[in-house]
């Protein structure tokens, strides 16, 4: 069984087209995150839900809204789409973030969003 | 600003023998550190979790090292195969600024060759 799954693996569309990639756990975690991955192989954390509850949120456009419909789902929607959304986006999940928690981070198997 | 760092250049390393990768920070109090292991085409993942207070860790053929003096931390594979080959990640969670929050360095790719 796929522990963090994304859908879609690939993602090709149009400058200025909204577009929405879904996210799902199921290892009973508490805390999802979405992190995107530029041509330089950076990872950065866009956003983190605990719980249905924003808890991080990066200076990101605000073309793109996270929304988490329970715990065990995190999708992002970005709007209007530009050429440099183009990247790999990862999904990932671990036990309830907090303070002084130190836990490991499950990722997905990514989206490739290219925009043209 | 806040600065991740590791080695850019892939390492190449023959089988057998020990590769030992570098991750450097500035401006960084980390509470702890961790190691991924990501895959062409694949999403990270997780291999060690050091904690600021713990100078080594060991798990199988991996070792981790982190010196809050130094602001470094080395993973080491012992007797490399080439199965592991790939790109290596560490990531800090910065003391202050924790639920889960992780700064990703760039990775080192690393190539074991028969």
């Known amino acids: 069984d796929t522990a963090v799954s994304q859908t879609p693996k690939y993602l090709v569309t149009q400058m200025g087209n909204d577009k929405s990639i879904k996210c799902e756990q199921n290892l009973g975690h508490d805390t999802m995150y979405w992190y995107k991955q530029d041509s330089k192989k950076f990872l950065k954390i866009m956003f983190s839900y605990n719980n249905k509850e924003l808890i991080i949120n990066e200076t990101v456009p605000n073309r793109f809204s996270p929304k988490s419909p329970d715990k065990a789902h995190l999708n992002l929607h970005i709007n209007s789409l530009e050429l440099g959304d183009s990247a790999v986006y990862f999904c990932a999940s671990s036990r309830a973030a907090g303070l002084a928690v130190y836990n490991e981070q499950f990722f997905g198997p990514g989206t490739r969003l290219t925009v043209l | ?114």
Do not use: M
């Not at chain 2, 990270?44 to 602001?71: A, G, H, M, S, Y």
């Open chain 2, 1 to 114: 600003s806040q600065k991740i760092e590791q080695n850019s250049e892939a390492l190449n390393i023959q089988e057998g023998k020990t590769a030992t990768l570098t991750c450097n920070y500035t401006n960084y109090s980390p509470a702890y550190l961790q190691w991924y292991r990501q895959d062409p085409g694949r999403g990270p993942v997780f291999l060690l979790l050091i904690r600021e207070n713990e100078k080594e860790k060991r798990k199988e053929r991996l070792k981790v090292t982190f010196d809050t003096t130094l602001k470094q931390s080395l993973f080491h594979i012992t007797a490399s195969q080439p199965a592991d080959s790939a790109t290596y990640l560490c990531a800090l969670a910065a003391s202050t600024d924790s639920w889960g929050k992780l700064q990703f360095g760039a990775g080192t790719q690393v190539v074991v060759t028969p």
